[in-house]
């Protein structure tokens, strides 16, 4: 059974740092592109980052290029946000999406729960 | 960037009844990369349609997709219990620029 479990939301000042984790189990972490997918409370899913398999391709949306940065560890099956200066328009749920593997290009497959971050002082 | 406008933003409905919803995009989608996700109250999106209109592994033959171009379509044949809850489309051909549209919600009437 594919299982990705999110994990570090909280609350952060303006202007902090936090780093979320996703770990995944029930399949070949190491074959699939990975995203974050957010979601600020009341609102629509906003696509926030992407990486290929190998890391070699990286991509991020224009709200948080520049501040974010996202990586992962194949030997350990999970996925990273790191999150600088963050923003009160930062505050959501944050999903760690698979992108399916047989499409390119592709949509996401299995989502995981998700994790909050509050950014307020 | 492709702008994805859903609509109703609220449908509200009885069970058994069809629903129909609506995502009209700004620019031509290639190759029909469409697909649709429903979201729970407190749960993460769930995939129900690729490729505007293949269901995912284990979605309910009522739940159905069509549309090409600009203009695509959910259908729920005869709406469950279950069913009540937010629909969001998303294109993926102008990926990595994913985008989504608003969201629908199916409310029971």
């Known amino acids: 059974e594919v299982q990705l479990v999110e994990s570090g939301g909280g609350l952060v000042k303006p202007g902090g740092s936090l780093r979320l984790s996703c770990a995944a189990s029930?399949?070949?972490?190491?074959?699939?592109?990975m995203n974050w997918v957010r979601q600020a409370p009341g609102k629509g899913l906003e696509w926030v980052s992407s990486?290929?398999?190998?890391?070699?391709?990286?991509y991020y949306a224009d709200s948080v290029k520049g501040r974010f940065t996202i990586s992962r560890d194949n030997a350990k099956n999970s996925l990273y946000l790191q999150m600088n200066s963050l923003r009160a328009e930062d505050t959501a749920v944050y999903y760690c999406?698979?992108?399916?593997?047989?499409?390119?290009?592709?949509?996401?497959?299995?989502w995981g729960q998700g994790t909050l971050v509050t950014v307020s002082s | 960037e492709i702008v994805l406008t859903q609509s109703p933003g609220t449908l509200s409905l009885s069970p058994g009844e069809r629903a129909t919803l609506s995502c009209r995009a700004s620019?031509?989608?290639?190759?029909?990369?469409l697909a649709w996700y429903q979201q729970k109250p407190g749960q993460a999106p769930r995939l129900l349609i690729y490729?505007?209109?293949s269901r995912a592994t284990g979605i309910p033959d009522r739940f159905s997709g069509s549309g090409s171009g600009t203009d695509f379509t959910l259908t729920i044949s005869r709406l469950e219990p279950e069913d009540f809850a937010v629909y969001y489309c998303?294109?993926?051909?102008?990926?990595?620029?994913?985008?989504f549209g608003q969201g629908t919600k199916v409310e029971i009437k």
């Open positions: 490729g505007a209109s």
């Open positions: 029930g399949f070949t972490f190491s074959s699939y592109s």
């Open positions: 990486i290929s398999s190998s890391s070699s391709y990286i």
């Open positions: 999406a698979r992108a399916n593997i047989a499409a390119r290009p592709s949509y996401f497959d299995y």
């Open positions: 998303q294109q993926y051909g102008s990926s990595p620029r994913w985008t």
């Open positions: 620019q031509s989608v290639s190759s029909s990369y």
